[in-house]
């Protein structure tokens, strides 16, 4: 089965639908625990920081690209702790939460959301095709933005291990 622009349309009206929700479910519990219990503490920068930072990302992004069958799972849990994470660091640090994810988020956060949606698309199409070497088609023909998400990836742990 090929995939049209209309299946594309859908499986990105799901993937956002099912981002959003994980979205709201983590910010909600945040409001549901006591933020006494959580501390912020600036993490040291540097070359181990980098490193660190680095192999968690690249970590998370080969789990996404190589058990995408796991995809919608694993997009609703990661991204329902992020934005749990995301939300106490507000809580408890108010507006300076955002100098916390300046600058790497800019880059990290819409990378993360492209190579979620890299991992739910080729979900879709092992689902509707009943075919991993049709799934292993598509992403052949997605190498470039794989390879430069990649590259993001890379370049968010340097901005982030370094800068903050």
């Given at each position: 089965?090929?995939?049209t622009y209309k299946h594309?349309?859908?499986a990105a009206g799901v993937y956002a639908s099912l981002t959003l929700a994980s979205i709201l479910i983590g910010a909600l519990v945040v409001f549901g625990v006591n933020a006494d219990y959580f501390a912020a503490k600036k993490p040291p920068f540097g070359a181990e920081m980098f490193k660190t930072i680095l192999f968690a990302n690249v970590r998370d992004y080969l789990k996404y690209l190589v058990l995408y069958i796991l995809s919608p799972i694993?997009?609703?849990?990661?991204?329902?702790i992020n934005s749990f994470q995301i939300?106490?660091?507000f809580r408890?640090?108010?507006g300076d939460a955002f100098s916390r994810l300046m600058p790497?988020?800019?880059?990290?956060?819409?990378?993360?959301?492209?190579?979620?949606?890299?991992?739910?698309?080729?979900?879709?199409?092992?689902?509707?095709?009943?075919s991993?070497?049709?799934t292993f088609i598509s992403i052949r023909r997605l190498k470039w933005i794989y390879?430069?998400?990649?590259?993001?990836?890379?370049?968010?742990?340097?901005?982030?291990g370094y800068l903050g």
């Open positions: 089965m090929e995939f594309r349309k859908r694993m997009l609703a849990v990661d991204t329902a939300t106490i660091g408890i640090l108010g790497h988020s800019l880059i990290e956060l819409p990378n993360i959301l492209l190579y979620h949606f890299l991992s739910f698309y080729q979900f879709i199409i092992f689902i509707k095709n009943k991993s070497k049709k390879v430069c998400s990649f590259i993001l990836v890379i370049l968010g742990a340097l901005i982030e």
